[in-house]
């Protein structure tokens, strides 16, 4: 089982960037599909982007679309989260995840390995 850290998270101002990024622990991670989640305070944890096993096919979530880039570096075992132009309804703790699958899910349920989490906080 593929395990995740996550980094780069912290506190910006609206308008502001920050960039996320998961590593990956194994040698198959170029099998996996890798999602980015998260969840602000007493709510549910929802669907950010994601990105297939080749990097071709990605989703990302209406609320986010055109200012989040998903990506990934297969060789550095690596898969991030470019968020440019953050807005304080972005504020969450985001959480990186990965199933090993040829599809590309948008279910939390559907991922089976998640990474601890990491906090971002965007001030108005």
């Known amino acids: 089982q593929v395990q995740l850290v996550e980094s780069g998270g912290g506190l910006v101002q609206a308008g502001g960037s920050l960039r996320l990024s998961c590593l990956a622990s194994?040698?198959?991670?170029?099998?996996?599909?890798m999602g980015w989640f998260r969840q602000a305070p007493g709510k549910e944890r929802d669907f950010v982007a994601a990105?297939?096993?080749?990097?071709?096919?990605?989703y990302y979530a209406d609320s986010v679309k055109g200012r989040f880039t998903i990506s990934r570096d297969n060789a550095k075992n690596t898969v991030y989260l470019q968020m440019n132009s953050l807005k304080p309804e972005d504020t969450a703790v985001y959480y990186c995840?990965?199933?090993?699958?040829?599809?590309?899910?948008?279910?939390?349920?559907?991922?089976?390995?998640w990474g601890q989490g990491t906090q971002v906080t965007v001030s108005a």
């Open positions: 990105i297939s096993w080749s990097g071709v096919i990605r």
């Open positions: 995840a990965a199933v090993e699958t040829w599809d590309l899910p948008r279910k939390a349920n559907s991922y089976s390995a």
């Open positions: 194994g040698r198959t991670f170029s099998r996996y599909a």
